[in-house]
């Protein structure tokens, strides 16, 4: 049975791509929040101003996330039009080697 180059280099850079998007997920699930303590001797109306600035937190967070996806989106799309000019240098190199070459 004929494993192709392309074909190996082809599942390996999928797998490495798969593999980044996994770490990036982990690395932003993992990031340590930032923790609001509320005791038992705030007031009503401390406790509105705790609830707004808890939104401003969530919703920053959620920006801070996003601008991070688009990062690493950004990265997998650098590293698939790598792997795409990649492949096509490889596919020019075997079709440069001797017939006689393939087992």
Avoid: C
């Avoid at 490889?90 to 001797?98: A, G």
């Amino acid at each position: 049975m004929e494993i192709s180059i392309t074909s190996l280099l082809s599942d390996l850079t999928a797998d490495i791509l798969f593999s980044l998007l996994q770490i990036s997920i982990i690395i932003l699930l993992t990031r340590v929040p930032e923790v609001h303590v509320v005791t038992q001797g705030n007031q009503i109306g401390s406790l509105s101003g705790y609830k707004a600035e808890s939104i401003e937190w969530l919703e920053k967070r959620v920006d801070y996330l996003k601008e991070e996806m688009l990062m690493v989106e950004t990265r997998i799309e650098r590293m698939r039009h790598e792997h795409a000019m990649l492949k096509v240098h490889l596919q020019s190199l075997e079709r440069l080697k001797p017939s006689s070459d393939h087992h």
